[in-house]
């Protein structure tokens, strides 16, 4: 029986962050029951059953899933349990954000089961905070984090941004310094990418925010990515430091191109290699339930094929610092890398930025800085 991991988004906020192009929603409180029941229902109506796989992973993300209230969450739990085989040891995780989850919340989300936090800290600058849009401050997230520690969970990741308007690298190692103190077992850190039709856009193109220039954005990541591994992360993906044995599951799964189900708005699938998604349109994703057209919903994006499965393949493995073995390559897909692609890795050797180490393929220390560029070599 295949394992797969299970995605459930929560597209309901307290505020929209001005970087954020996700699908989620504010002020929209009034429809979050008919959205949990939508969503409960699309789970119950999935196609795929028990005797078809073992749930190895559930990740709610959003938008704010620790804005709705605890027990919306665990009847969507509820709902997966009933649905599919949850193995005894699946990592299944909640993202939170600081201002939106009470002892209550927290306490709830241990007692139903979930074993991993993703809290969502970005900086321990307040002013940075509010140049951002976040709804809250250090201390908040200081309260957050504690309690979370107080109820029990011992699986907790804290996300940092770097490359913010007016973000200095003392903030960044304010930040590094105060996170290494608490000692979560994961941080991710995420490089502000500033998206169409965002507030954050339009505030750079008017002028009123400035952008770090791209060489000082370059040295807060060495500075984080130093710093983490000086004091017990391991760098295993390119945005990701965990302590040993702390890595996502559920990241991890899909950077090693596992299959995964995604239930709710704009939630995304990858299974029997074909990737789709449900719309991001809130009114209709739930009319379309109500009336029993689920399938309305889903938009295909790709039915792969051969090459285009390795293609990707090569592409996510080369997001883990680990690389891509080759011997593993050719038990996947019968066919040897070097070959498949000669002049890709020829060109991507000469400029340095991969290099082929104890059978191998690895992104060098500028092609981690231009790791873009190797990606679209093979897209």
Same mark, same amino acid.
């Given at each position: 029986m295949k394992e797969i991991g299970i995605y459930v988004h929560i597209p309901f906020c307290k505020q929209k962050c001005l970087y954020c192009d996700f699908c989620s929603f504010s002020q929209k409180e009034s429809l979050q029951k008919e959205y949990v029941d939508a969503v409960i229902k699309e789970i119950e109506n999935c196609n795929i059953n028990k005797s078809d796989c073992a749930i190895r992973t559930v990740y709610f993300g959003g938008g704010t899933p620790s804005y709705i209230e605890a027990p919306y969450i665990e009847k969507i739990l509820e709902s997966v349990r009933a649905k599919f085989d949850i193995n005894p040891d699946a990592e299944i995780t909640i993202e939170v954000n600081p201002g939106t989850a009470s002892f209550e919340k927290l306490n709830t989300y241990y007692q139903i089961g979930i074993n991993r936090l993703s809290i969502g800290l970005q900086s321990t600058n307040d002013q940075l905070l509010s140049v951002i849009g976040r709804i809250h401050t250090y201390d908040e997230f200081k309260g957050t984090y504690d309690m979370a520690r107080k109820i029990g969970f011992s699986n907790i990741n804290v996300d940092l941004m770097i490359g913010l308007p007016t973000q200095s690298i003392d903030d960044v190692e304010d930040s590094l310094n105060k996170i290494i103190k608490l000692n979560p077992e994961h941080v991710s850190v995420y490089s502000l990418i500033v998206e169409e039709n965002t507030k954050m856009k339009e505030l750079i193109d008017s002028? &009123? !925010?400035? !952008?770090?220039?791209?060489? !000082?954005?370059?040295?807060?990541?060495? %500075?984080? &990515?130093? %710093? !983490?591994?000086?004091?017990?992360?391991?760098? =295993?993906?390119?945005?990701? /430091?965990?302590?040993?044995? =702390?890595?996502? &599951?559920?990241?991890?799964?899909?950077?090693?191109?596992?299959?995964?189900?995604? /239930?709710?708005l704009s939630a995304h699938s990858y299974y029997n290699s074909i990737r789709y998604s449900n719309i991001c349109d809130l009114d209709e994703y739930i009319e379309n339930i109500k009336i029993r057209q689920i399938e309305q919903n889903i938009t295909v994006h790709e039915v792969q094929d051969a090459k285009s499965k390795m293609d990707e393949y090569v592409i996510l493995k080369l997001r883990m610092m680990e690389g891509l073995n080759l011997d593993n390559f050719f038990k996947l897909f019968n066919v040897d890398f070097r070959e498949t692609y000669k002049n890709k890795i020829e060109k991507l050797i000469k400029s340095n930025l991969i290099a082929l180490d104890c059978n191998n393929i690895k992104l060098t220390d500028k092609g981690i800085d231009f790791a873009n560029i190797v990606w679209e070599e093979f897209v």
């Open positions: 002028g &009123k !925010l400035v !952008l770090p220039d791209e060489n !000082l954005e370059r040295q807060m990541y060495w %500075t984080v &990515k130093n %710093t !983490l591994q000086k004091n017990g992360y391991n760098h =295993y993906e390119i945005s990701n /430091f965990a302590k040993n044995g =702390y890595e996502s &599951k559920h990241n991890s799964d899909c950077w090693n191109q596992h299959e995964y189900i995604g /239930f709710g």
